[in-house]
Nanobody, 117 residues
Framework: QVQLVESGGGLVQPGGSLRLSCVGS????????MRWYRQAPGKEREFVAS????????HYADSVTGRFFISRDRTNNAAFLHMNSLKPEDTALYYC??????????WGRGTQVTVSS
């Protein structure tokens, strides 16, 4: 079964930190580009971060640059989004995505991050 399962979301106060996890199974994780997206209520889905198959490149949305960091763990078929200095505007449902020509385009179900005092 091909799937991505996100975890780590929750309610945090502004300025706090969270680490989101994404564990893949059923596909060759090492050849997949890993990406995080988010969607806030009433908003379009927004790109957050990506990390290449070789980890040679990472990219971030301007809104999270310097605060969020993406990583991957090949041994455990996992990707992570380290979120620091969280702001209320970071509140969204965060989705993990795996993409590759031979992998397809795989989405997790999302994990909710709510930043509020």
């Amino acid at each position: 079964q091909v799937q991505l399962v996100e975890s780590g979301g929750g309610l945090v106060q502004p300025g706090g930190s969270l680490r989101l996890s994404c564990v893949g199974s059923g596909f060759t994780f090492s050849i997949a580009l890993m990406r995080w997206y988010r969607q806030a209520p009433g908003k379009e889905r927004e790109f957050v971060a990506s990390i290449s198959t070789t980890e040679g490149d990472t990219h971030y949305a301007d809104s999270v640059t310097g605060r969020f960091f993406i990583s991957r763990d090949r041994t455990n078929n996992a990707a992570f989004l380290h979120m620091n200095s969280l702001k209320p505007e970071d509140t969204a449902l965060y989705y993990c995505n795996a993409y590759g020509v031979r992998v397809g385009n795989i989405w997790g179900r999302g994990t909710q991050v709510t930043v509020s005092s």
